[in-house]
């Protein structure tokens, strides 16, 4: 039987275990309720992203162009030994395969090097899907009164065909001119078009769409395409039809470790203040790290605004409504820690209405609200 002394002594330190919970507990149960200090309060309100001291675009990219390029000698035997490929690479697309380039680094300069020496059999045809917007039905237009051009040659030199000489091409729909490409087929080597495409899965070429267009002309016995991607999930734009029998891709890692000066002047830099593409920019940065309600708060707002553009701004009342009925919030409490975070970013901008009511302001124009509302989607 054990000594009543040592069960006494077992009790009272089971009750002391219990009672040093119950103080962990109220502790942290008193912090979570306790306003922030004036430290405290000082020290969130220096993680804002606006208060970082950016530099003039202009200038950053002045510094980064002086930044000399290392293992120059390095990197230069490493493109020669992919120019010791060229040749494999003109008899796969003679057979009428694709090339895909990928690997880090910019691949401008080794495509157009590869065409230059190489495609001199093929017009070249150059399509840069890095620019912020590319006009895929005016480069497939050019292909197709290209051929034209060459059927009405081939016309020329036949007897009772000079009155069709003058004709222009018969369409302007995507539809009629790729059905027209469907049908060139020739012996000839000099009558084939080869589509260079710089980043394939750039901004203006990744919708599917664009990518469905691009499938369908390299379906076309005249047509070859050589293209890079840069984006580690480009992949993801294309399907299994797509990949294996509309582009047939032969994939090449050909890393080059070239810094992307064309490619990235198109894209804003992050450590650099400048314009409404900076600010959409710096926008969807701090709206992907929220959560998924306080980015569909944050889209609630700006569709409002883009909707009543001559109003001085959303009323809080109104937002709260709309969120409520959509359950994005709860309560108000809910609703003003997102707007709290929308604050402490300079997302949102609070002004009195004439009314006296408080108003919600995105401080964005319209063209980049709706850009920024596209790539948060």
Not at 53 to 70: C, F, H
Request: glycine content about 4%; hydrophobic content about 35%; some cysteine.
């Amino acid at each position: 039987m054990a000594p009543r002394g040592g069960r006494a002594a077992a009790s009272s330190g089971s009750e002391d275990e219990e009672e040093e919970a119950g103080f962990s507990r109220s502790y942290f149960l008193a912090k979570e309720k306790e306003p922030l200090s004036g430290k405290k309060r000082a020290r969130a309100a220096a993680g804002k992203l606006s208060d970082l001291n950016l530099v003039d675009e202009q200038v950053l990219r002045a510094s980064l162009a002086e930044i000399p390029p290392k293992h120059k000698e390095e990197v230069e035997a490493l493109t020669r030994s992919y120019k010791d490929q060229y040749r494999n690479w003109l008899f796969e697309l003679r057979c009428g395969f694709g090339l895909l380039m990928y690997g880090f680094g910019s691949k401008k300069q080794l495509l157009e090097d590869f065409a230059s020496t190489t495609l001199t059999d093929f017009t070249v045809v150059v399509i840069n899907g890095y620019l912020p917007s590319v006009n895929l039905k005016q480069v497939i237009a050019t292909i197709a009164e290209m051929f034209w051009d060459q059927t009405k040659a081939k016309r020329k030199r036949q007897p009772g065909t000079r009155s069709q000489l003058s004709q222009q091409f018969p369409s302007q729909s995507t539809e009629d001119i790729i059905s027209f490409l469907m049908r060139q087929t020739s012996d000839d080597v000099d009558d084939r078009v080869c589509l260079l495409i710089h980043s394939v899965d750039g901004p203006a070429l990744r919708d599917a769409e664009s990518q469905q267009c691009l499938a369908q002309i390299s379906c076309c016995p005249q047509v070859r395409v050589v293209a890079s991607i840069d984006h580690v999930n480009a992949p993801l734009l294309w399907d299994k039809k797509m990949v294996h029998k509309q582009f047939k891709w032969s994939w090449y890692h050909v890393p080059t470790f070239a810094p992307y000066k064309v490619e990235g002047v198109f894209y804003p830099l992050i450590l650099a203040s400048g314009g409404h593409a900076q600010t959409t920019k710096t926008a969807l940065v701090v709206l992907q790290s929220l959560t998924p309600n306080a980015q569909s708060v944050f889209r609630v707002l700006a569709e409002y605004q883009l909707a009543n553009e001559k109003e001085e701004g959303m009323p809080v009342s109104s937002l709260y409504t709309k969120c409520r009925e959509r359950f994005l919030v709860s309560s108000q409490v809910t609703l003003n820690s997102h707007l709290t975070e929308f604050k402490d970013h300079d997302l949102v901008k609070i002004r009195k209405h004439s009314d006296g009511q408080d108003c919600l302001r995105i401080p964005l124009v319209c063209d980049a609200l709706e850009k920024l509302l596209q790539e948060l989607a």
